[in-house]
């Protein structure tokens, strides 16, 4: 059982890595992958390369072939820099070429949309696969939850429950393969994180095991952060923090303790796992076996209590154990039970956050209001409301909105109502700003009555409509309508403005950010003055400078005291912060955004951030991030090696 990585070949590819170097040839039968004619029992651990942590920052993945050198890393640690324009297959990065990948992915749940696209997508999926396989890499192709993968591509499975969940492979020649193991979920903007047990997590994967499963990958195994703006909608900055390790690749224990035990308890059931004969039987109500035997030489057993109330006692050979509430005891030998999925025996560990700065020196920082453009300022106009991705081309999360008109004297009360398929929408009248309202992860498009103050000559309205990411799924993504659908100004006693099919004036992206003002070198380009302390205004530019934390624990910012925005450190973009969106507990979905030590110098870091809303500078704070027993102040070290 080797040290493995997973990684995303982004968008569609997953490769499977090991940590050693030399010639391998892998093929598969119905039981398990064949490394070197020997059957091989795996456990994998994702981490996305984009969001990993400072540890393996030293490449720029912005660029595509930064994975090859991130896959090379993994097969030589010590190399820190390698030539670019290289391709996996012609630098020999195949396990059958003497590199690290035994397996790869072709496609992402493509069976979830495939409907949609009627024969069309029958036909891509045998496209995908023949593609892939052409490419002769030496190394397994697999489709995730793709039930019809043709040969010789391997259907797997991707869940929290696939011991019970999945149909099996579409052939028998084909082993039963679990490429993603969800630890946890992705946790959006108003919604709370998802807990999910070391004890779960350990059922399931027994259970997988016990039916035949012969490789889990955990998805993920290690975190990371969603930086710039690469998140997809509402989703936050923290990704899988509650993995086994988590965000800023600390342990998450007991999560990672009790995964690594049991690692170790299935590897000394190796032998009968793979090459021992299967058989499964009811010992109780609730209660079954599984179990291996290899003649008189090898015999593992696995003994499941489903009831998830109490426990139970069951019989087997002979003798009698005692199983917890949903839980499964592995006997290695077919006699002794040395591990329960529901007993954790690891000490749990909590997450220490230190503060190491407040920057709460009016001094210290500087401030640029960005300005509001009004119709005749803009130099896109349409007679119609124009759908914001197509407008946008994804070079902003902004786009501005505007029109004049002046109103007649029948008009009163007037109230302006919004419709939209965006997430966010900050309404401005005569430049002021007036009121903002959102969607949800959930509630695809909103609406807001504004009551809203008129001058009797010509009236300038603004409407700066936001993206807080792309939609990461679903079929026909790119006929997905995004931005203002309907607008009117309803008048109390008389018929409504109706606005949706009017003069329109648009401007793509910040003034701000057109600038470039997050750059050192183009700070200059806007007039940076004091903070003004007695007003928080919305669409402010803050920037201050500050000194790295002595030691190398992660680093984050606490950004509680705003509302919405986006922060920069040193031009690289942190990401979006949303702290005013509350989850139905009434707390932030996120405080602290974390920001990778390899970003920073040791004095002089310039922070910028911008501030859409109104917040209080003055209380972010800069915070170390450490571990420790709950009982001991004993901290742990960080990104251990994956068993």
């Known amino acids: 059982m080797k040290a493995m990585v997973v990684v995303w070949w982004w968008i569609y590819v997953l490769v499977v890595v090991q940590a050693k170097a030399g010639e391998d040839n892998v093929t598969y039968d119905g039981r398990s992958l064949i490394i070197n004619g020997q059957r091989k029992l795996l456990f994998s651990g994702s981490i996305h390369y984009p969001r990993s942590t400072p540890q393996i920052r030293d490449f720029h993945f912005g660029c595509t072939m930064s994975l090859v050198l991130f896959i090379e890393q993994i097969m030589s640690p010590l ?6 324009n290289k391709l996996m297959k012609s630098e020999g990065l195949y396990a059958s070429q003497g590199g690290p990948i035994i397996l790869s992915q072709i496609e992402n749940e493509y069976q979830n949309v495939e409907a949609a696209f009627h024969e069309g997508g029958v036909a891509y999926v045998k496209w995908a696969a023949k593609m892939a396989v052409d490419l002769g890499t030496g190394a397994p192709w697999v489709m995730c939850k793709q039930t019809d993968a043709p040969d ?27 490429t993603e193991d969800w630890t946890s979920q992705y946790q959006v903007y108003g919604g709370e994180p998802y807990i999910r047990s070391a004890e779960d997590i350990a059922f399931h994967v027994t259970l997988f095991i016990a039916r ?23 989703v936050i900055t923290s990704y899988y923090d509650q993995a086994p390790l988590d965000e800023y690749g600390l342990l998450r224990q007991p999560k990672w303790g009790h995964l690594k035990e049991l690692h170790a308890v299935v590897k000394n059931c190796s032998t009968p796992l ?18 291996f035997e290899q003649g008189r030489e090898a015999c593992a057993a696995f003994l499941v209590n489903e009831d998830s109330t109490k426990n139970a006692t069951v019989q087997f050979r002979d003798k009698s154990f005692e199983l917890l509430p949903k839980s499964i005891g592995i006997l290695p030998d077919c006699q002794n039970m040395v591990f329960n999925t529901a007993e954790v025996r ?21 401030e640029w209001k960005e300005e509001i453009p009004n119709f005749l300022d803009t130099s896109l106009q349409s007679d119609s409301l124009l759908e914001q991705m197509n407008t946008t081309k994804d070079v902003s999360d902004y786009l501005w909105y505007t029109f004049s008109f002046q109103p007649n004297s029948t008009c009163s009360q007037p109230v302006l109502h919004i419709e939209s398929l965006g997430h966010v929408a900050h309404s401005y009248i005569n430049s002021k700003f007036v009121e903002t309202g959102h969607g949800s992860h959930d509630t695809k498009g909103f609406s807001m009555d504004v009551p809203i103050s008129l001058n009797d000559g010509m009236n300038n309205v603004s409407i700066l409509s936001v993206l807080v990411g792309l939609q990461d799924s679903g079929a026909y993504l790119e006929r997905k309508y995004t931005g203002l659908s309907i607008v009117n100004i309803l008048c109390s006693g008389s018929n409504p403005y109706d606005f949706t099919n009017y003069t329109w004036g648009y401007q793509i992206g910040l003034k701000g950010e057109k600038l ?5 070198e183009n700070l200059e380009k806007v007039e940076w003055s004091e903070l003004d302390d007695s007003t928080n205004t919305s669409l402010t530019w803050y920037k201050t400078t500050f000194d790295a934390p002595v030691g190398d624990d992660p680093i984050a910012l606490n950004m509680s005291s705003m509302q919405k925005g986006q922060v920069w450190v040193n031009e690289q973009s942190i990401g979006r912060y949303w702290v005013s969106f509350h989850t139905p507990k009434g707390n932030p979905s996120q405080i602290l955004y974390h920001v990778p030590r390899s970003y920073l110098k040791p004095s002089g870091n310039v922070l910028i951030v911008l501030e859409e809303l109104s917040g ?10 450490s571990v420790a027993n709950f009982n001991s102040p004993n901290y742990y070290n960080h990104l251990p090696h994956l068993i």
């Open 212 to 234: 035949n499963g012969s490789y889990v990958n955990y998805y993920m195994y290690h975190g990371g952060t969603n930086l710039g703006r690469t998140s997809s909608a509402y």
């Open 616 to 625: 209080d500078p003055l209380q972010i704070s800069l915070n170390t991030i």
């Open 346 to 366: 690891t000490m749990p560990n909590k997450r220490i956050t230190t503060v190491s700065k407040v920057f709460d020196a009016v001094s210290s920082w500087t």
């Open 516 to 520: 470039e003002i997050c750059k050192e």
């Open 79 to 84: 190399r820190t820099s390698l030539p670019n």
């Open 274 to 291: 793979l090459q021992g004969v299967p058989s499964n039987f009811s010992i109780g109500p609730l209660q079954q076996a599984y179990v």
């Open 152 to 178: 010789p591509v391997i259907n797997t499975c991707n869940g929290m429950r696939c011991g019970e969940t999945f149909g099996g492979p579409n052939s028998p020649d084909k082993p039963s393969l679990w």
